[in-house]
């Protein structure tokens, strides 16, 4: 008998779906299919342990550069992104937050997963310290780069994939989807 949720085995799918030949990715991609298993409330933020968010690698037509959000809570340059609040298409997820905290429209998503981040998010309040998981997606920016910057964020700047790369004050996981992204394009696989 299957007692998993719709939403536990939408996330399932998904990740069952993410090939990769990196170990660190593989090993991501099975500690996020554990806690989705185990957590019927895997994409509510109610769920105190941790859940689910989309994220987006939100790059220009060209490829060339990725718009990233001066985070207000957290205080640091990231991939615009927010929680799944039980929706469990997280490429939705990471679409809509995209659109949200941009004010861009005319995005396109690319349906993969691109990376997965598991990150702790620190003691803020009433809410206790929990764990992010984090499922990442490419999205294009194709109706133009003229962003809003929303309440979430301190700002947005455009940034150079390639510097991000070698950028040593860059956070890590975003320094890693860089590195990403640029052997993605250096294959073709844009």
Known sequence: MNDLTPTQQLVLDLLAGYRTHNPRDEQARREFSEFAAAHP?????????GHFTGSAWLVS???DRVLLTHHR???RWLQLG???DGDGDL???ALREAEEESGLAGLS???????LDRHSIPMRGLEARHWHYDVRFVVR????????VGPES???????VSELVIDNEADESVRRMARKWVGRKWLGLE
């Open 154 to 160: 301190h700002e947005l700047a455009w940034r150079s």
């Open 61 to 63: 037509a060209q490829g």
């Open 91 to 93: 490429g939705q997820v």
């Open 141 to 148: 920016a194709l109706g133009g780069e003229q962003f809003v």
């Open 109 to 115: 998503l690319i349906p993969q997963i691109f990376d």
């Open 73 to 75: 809570k957290l205080g």
């Open 82 to 84: 927010g929680h799944a």
């Open 41 to 49: 409330d895997c994409c509510e933020r109610t769920s105190s342990v």
